[in-house]
């Protein structure tokens, strides 16, 4: 039966951070580890000056991935770019409704 994980999901992009590491570089050497992941990876981030939007140089070709950020949006930034009104009016209603979700949950 294969090995099912739990991850954490960023509702936003889809990127996952898994909850529990099975250490499975470890396990390759013949150590067993498990390790609870703890907080919010968002949490020390601070929304005044966190890169909503990066753009980055394409290497071109296959496998040569992503070169040298060249530029990046803060929130506030996008939300004054005509360009990104739409995403950035979805993310502020997404907010609104994660805090009242906050709020009738007591937290």
Do not use: N
């Amino acid at each position: 039966m294969p090995t099912v994980l739990a991850f954490r999901k960023c509702p936003c992009c889809g990127w996952r951070l898994p909850v529990v590491r099975k250490g499975s570089s470890a396990r390759l050497r013949g150590v067993e580890v498990e390790q609870l992941v703890q907080g919010a990876p968002i949490g020390h981030l601070d929304p005044e000056t966190v890169a909503l939007i990066q753009f980055q140089e394409c290497q071109g070709g296959r496998g040569r991935g992503f070169g040298p950020v060249v530029d990046q949006l803060t929130i506030e930034q996008a939300a004054q770019d005509p360009a990104w009104e739409s995403y950035t009016a979805a993310l502020f209603a997404w907010a609104r409704k994660l805090a009242a979700l906050a709020s009738r949950l007591g937290k």
